[in-house]
């Protein structure tokens, strides 16, 4: 069997539940004024890790350096979400940590394109590819507790939701309780 990271990182397609077009790829120097506006926008900031100085500079560091990175790694894929038009809708991360079976995922959906099924979307497709191509046995999320956007998004995605983790995240210097939800092997239909 050959290892997926041996080949670029893919492109994957799927569609909103609505049957808009989404394409998930590496990001470009388009998507970097998409990237800004999404990294410093209120939301986005209180509920992610995304840092509080985000400016153009880390926006091109995200397209050269951050995105790729994860697939030179052999740690799992970051991707750009891009609408019909080819527009920056968003962008996801599946890391693949210690056990080469379990990943995480990390997202956020650019303010102007929320509500339109782009990251349920986009999270169930990184989700399959992940574990029919990659060989994951189980996929996790987490949020902050109280981050509703992000739980309706995970649920819509197939996600089962497993409980709180006290003191589960870190973020901005403290530890915050964190919701979990797993999709694994066995939930593929």
Not at 30 to 44: F, K, M, N, Q, V
Request: with cysteine.
């Amino acid at each position: 069997m050959t290892d997926p990271y041996d080949r670029p990182q893919p492109v994957l397609r799927t569609t909103t539940d609505r049957g808009e077009p989404l394409t998930l790829r590496l990001p470009d120097a388009g998507d970097a004024p998409g990237i800004l506006a999404a990294c410093t926008d209120p939301e986005t900031l209180r509920w992610t890790t995304v840092p509080l100085d985000y400016d153009h500079e880390r926006a091109l560091g995200f397209i050269d350096e951050y995105a790729p990175g994860w697939w030179q790694r052999r740690q799992g894929a970051a991707f750009v979400l891009a609408d019909g038009d080819g527009g920056y809708v968003g962008q996801i991360d599946l890391r693949v940590g210690g056990d080469p079976e379990v990943a995480d995922v990390g997202f956020l959906t650019a303010p102007h394109a929320r509500g339109h099924g782009y990251m349920s979307a986009a999270l169930r497709a990184v989700t399959e590819w992940g574990i029919r191509e990659l060989g994951l046995s189980r996929v996790e999320w987490k949020a902050h507790v109280g981050n509703e956007g992000s739980r309706r998004v995970a649920e819509k995605a197939g996600f089962t939701y497993e409980g709180v983790l006290r003191n589960g995240c870190a973020h901005r210097g403290e530890r915050r309780d964190a919701w979990i939800a797993s999709f694994v092997r066995e939930d593929l239909s």
